[in-house]
């Protein structure tokens, strides 16, 4: 993308070791607030420690289908997506 990115989808990583998947407009602040106990209930309650993956997403229609499209994923197939994330170097952040 040339621009910057009008919106993302994300991946928390829990203290429980879960994924909380969430969209935002602004990936640095949004993943700020869930570390800090201020995102989400979910977050709230199981501690976000760090974001596992991100994607860039061309607007708010988009975001909202990847979300929906990886909230559908398994557990494993969660964890690939983060692991491939991190190998390319966490791309987008």
Known sequence: MTDAPKAWVYMMRCRNGSLYTGWTNDLAGRAAAHIAGRGARYTRAFRAVALAWAEPQ????????????????NKAQKEALAAAWDAAGRPGT
């Open 58 to 73: 061309p607007d708010r229609a988009a975001a909202l289908r990847r979300e929906a499209a990886v909230k559908k994923l």
